[in-house]
């Protein structure tokens, strides 16, 4: 009875809510508005408003706050709303997740299904109806609030250090608004080694609801986090999630003789929904916003804290906009921490993907990129799209860029290069590379110079420490990449590519058009092993196919894009088995397999927690496979989504005619489909299953949504038949797995002269066993050829 009525009282107060929400701001002027947020940023206790509680709980979808023992102060209502609480005492914070991938990554983090961790302190920020709800059943209170002022205080001065979202402005954006109000985030002080927890409810989001885990970066006050929890909530799943549609930006940029960057980014864009007033945009906190127009004359109000604190930015719009509407945003902002000078012109180029603004709700957003530079005239502009025309004029150096095609991102690469180009029958390739050393190689080059005996010792001469007119070598491989990929997964419309040099040393980057290459790339293979850049075989590998991965996101995030962390496997998989296929092009079978060999281990690596690294969870979880104690997580991702497609690729191989025609139909089919839109792991699955002229959900819930892998256990006899002919009976043992599971097995039996392969059906753990007649006597019967199936097969 009393379940019935906290349910009855709980609904009684979202009704309250509802009814008091209904005069809302969206009518206010931005004066209005402005002072509305100071209002929100500045908003004191309220002494008259305080709960003392004893063993009292509420719920937040899968969570439960347990307040055990303390006071929870209220602070004074904006806009007739109360929006913040604090809590000070014993508590505990439970999350009970219904997914079971969820509680399998509470369990990874925690070793418990169910969380519960004790916390001392929370500060929570609402929009719905947390207040009404708290304050039904419990005694508001007048109680001295003296001590308890600095406590919260400093408490909100530490978010706003560690965090880059302002939060303020989040609950600003919801009380302007009659259509958004379910906003809800706790910041959890615990009282053990977790530290800091924040739960959040946020319909923006991706997923709206998360639970966070962060640890403050050291020697800084900002904080990183890793993703303990994250799911849908219903009336999410009923929204449309895209709410704008980008059509164009134009970006004016200048970048001056001391590396300041000053731009106008005009973006043309259609609402897709109704109401929207104050809404989220990306763009670095190293950029000072200067001016927002809206519609080419109306002034905006826009949201910008200093750059160490809460800098996220935020616009509000003269009116809320229309649904279907297309309006026009003018951006004017500037920074001197986007470009770095690292010596002899070398420049590392920063925030790659939040050096223009987007919406926060949609960041990857298709849209045609026209982008003018100026910069001084001894140096070299290179980025994303077409260049239409290069002129000089009164010292400055300008460009002008046209991505001619719809695309995600845009990006830039500075300094002064020569240049290399390979054209081919489908492509041309630009390859820039840095004229000068950076000031770090100079002072080994230097070094070199100056102690003969250090030559000797390392095997290297000074002048050998160079990367101009090395572009060559680079240029044949991404071109060759190109080929490669084209007739595996046919052509797309990006047909110039230039491939850059950059002054990091161990990661590559792609962009539409622009590929980042780090310097060390273009070392030969010689000096690469005598700098100490070459450990082992999967370092040269890495090497190996540094270019050729960096190309494949021409066709993998670039043409066919993703827009969810989940979908990343189909980005980074899929690059990484492309190369795998230039390997197998270019230096043959065995060097093919060595690579797919090396992808194994790194399923199966060890990981700091003792298990190994495909424990960590599907790779449908993308970038959360990363983590505090497993930072290198998302490898993962590369090595068992390439096996993913690799194992596909194999199921559909004629090994009678050695020939991939039906996994290259399905390829290019893909990349036809959905050239130039976002796709889901659901979109490839279709074109699979259209492929193998079956339901795949078998496949795909163990490989992508799943983490088991099967373990083989072989054995065989061979009996002479009637004649000539001999059978051979296999037995299989597989475990590890569960009972749904099922594995097609192929086995190559060689004789000698020729072969056959044959299949295996193995379902869930136990013993298979099959006979197969066969015309000679083998010599050899080798399982999983071309290794297949991702597995272990036990000795």
């Not at 100490?532 to 066709?555: C, K, N, P, Y």
């Amino acid at each position: 009875m009393r379940y019935v009525t906290c349910i009855f009282s709980a609904i009684l107060c979202c009704i309250m809510f509802l009814q008091a929400s209904t005069q809302d701001g969206t009518t206010l002027s931005l004066v209005d508005i402005q002072k509305m947020y100071t209002a929100i940023r500045n908003v004191s206790l309220d002494s008259s408003r305080v709960i003392q509680v004893d063993t009292y709980s509420f719920s937040k979808e899968d969570a439960d706050f347990i307040l055990d023992s303390g006071y929870v102060y209220f602070f004074k209502p904006v806009n007739s709303r109360v929006v913040v609480a604090f809590f000070k005492g014993k508590g505990i914070f439970r999350l009970s997740p219904n997914d079971k991938v969820e509680r399998q990554q509470i369990r990874r983090f925690t070793g418990e299904d169910i969380l519960e961790q004790e916390f001392e302190q929370v500060l929570f920020l609402f929009t719905d109806s947390t207040y009404e709800i708290i304050t039904s059943n419990q005694e508001i209170v007048a109680h001295p609030i003296d001590g308890i002022i600095e406590v919260v205080t400093e408490f909100k001065e530490r978010i706003r250090e560690r965090f880059i979202w302002n939060i303020d402005a989040r609950v600003l954006s919801d009380l302007i608004s009659t259509k958004y109000s379910d906003f809800f985030v706790a910041f959890l002080e615990c009282s053990d080694d977790v530290e800091n927890l924040l739960f959040i409810i946020d319909p923006l989001d991706e997923e709206a609801v998360s639970l966070l885990h962060s640890k403050q970066i050291p020697f800084s006050e900002r904080a990183d986090f890793e993703i303990w929890y994250s799911a849908h909530i219903e009336t999410q799943l009923l929204q449309q999630q895209s709410r704008f549609d980008i059509e164009t930006m134009h970006l004016d940029v200048k970048i001056d003789a001391k590396k300041y960057l000053s731009a106008t980014a005009r973006m043309r864009f259609t609402s897709l929904v109704d109401s929207m007033r104050v809404v989220p945009i990306i763009l670095s906190p190293f950029l000072q916003v200067e001016s927002v127009i809206f519609d080419a004359s109306d002034t905006c109000f826009f949201i910008q804290e200093d750059e160490e604190e809460d800098a996220e930015l935020w616009i509000a719009f003269p009116e809320p906009l229309r649904k279907g509407k297309t309006y026009t945003l003018t951006v004017a902002y500037s920074g001197d921490d986007i470009i770095e000078d690292v010596g002899g012109d070398n420049f590392v180029v920063w925030e790659r993907d939040s050096w223009y603004p987007s919406f926060y709700t949609n960041p990857h957003d298709l849209r045609r990129f026209n982008i003018k530079f100026a910069v001084p005239e001894d140096m070299t502009l290179l980025s994303t799209g077409e260049l239409r025309r290069r002129w000089t004029e009164d010292g400055i150096a300008y460009s002008e860029w046209d991505s001619e095609i719809e695309i995600s991102a845009a990006g830039f690469n500075y300094g002064k290069f020569a240049r290399e180009t390979q054209k081919g029958s489908l492509c041309t390739i630009d390859c820039y590379t840095n004229i000068k050393l950076s000031d770090d190689l100079l002072m080994i080059r230097l070094l070199l110079e100056e102690y003969k005996e250090l030559q000797s010792e390392l095997m290297i001469l000074p002048q050998e420490l160079t990367t101009e007119g090395m572009g060559k070598n680079a240029a044949i491989e991404s071109r060759n990449a190109y080929e490669v990929y084209t007739h595996f997964f046919g052509k797309i419309p990006i047909r110039t590519i230039t491939v850059s040099q950059q002054p990091q040393g161990y990661f590559g980057q792609s962009w539409p058009t622009l590929v980042f290459l780090p310097y060390t790339a273009f070392f030969d293979e010689s000096l690469k092993e005598r700098l100490g850049l070459i450990q082992s075989d999967r370092s040269v590998m890495w090497f190996e196919t540094l270019a050729s991965h960096e190309i494949a996101h021409q066709w993998w995030g670039h043409t066919v894009l993703t827009n969810s962390y989940h979908d990343m496997w189909l980005e980074e998989g899929f690059a990484t088995y492309s190369a795998a296929l230039y390997l197998q092009t270019t230096e043959g079978i065995e060097r093919f397999k060595g690579y797919m060999k090396m992808l194994q281990e790194q399923v199966f690596a060890k990981t700091d927690e003792g298990s190994n690294a495909n424990a960590l969870g599907p790779i449908w979880l993308g970038e959360r496979l990363g983590s505090f104690d497993t930072p290198l997580g998302m490898r993962l991702l590369y090595a068992k989504g390439a096996y993913v497609l690799h194992m596909l690729r194999m199921m559909l191989f004629d090994y009678d005619k050695k020939s991939d025609d039906r996994f290259i139909a399905m390829m290019k089919e893909f990349v036809d489909t959905y050239s130039g839109k976002i796709v889901s792991t659901e979109d490839f699955k279709k074109i699979v299953e259209k492929h193998f002229d079956e339901d795949m959900d078998w496949f795909f819930n163990q490989w992508v949504y799943g983490t088991a892998i099967p373990f083989y256990k072989f054995e065989y006899q061979v009996e002479v038949g009637d004649g000539s002919n001999y059978f051979l009976t296999a037995n299989v043992e597989q475990k590890g797995v569960p009972e749904s599971f099922k594995t097609p097995l192929r086995l190559v039996i060689n004789f000698e002269n020729g072969h056959a392969v044959v299949e295996m059906l193995l379902k869930g753990s136990g013993v298979s066993q099959k006979q197969f007649k066969l015309p000679n006597k083998p010599l050899s019967i080798v399982p999983n050829p071309w290794h297949g199936v991702l597995c272990v097969i036990e000795k």
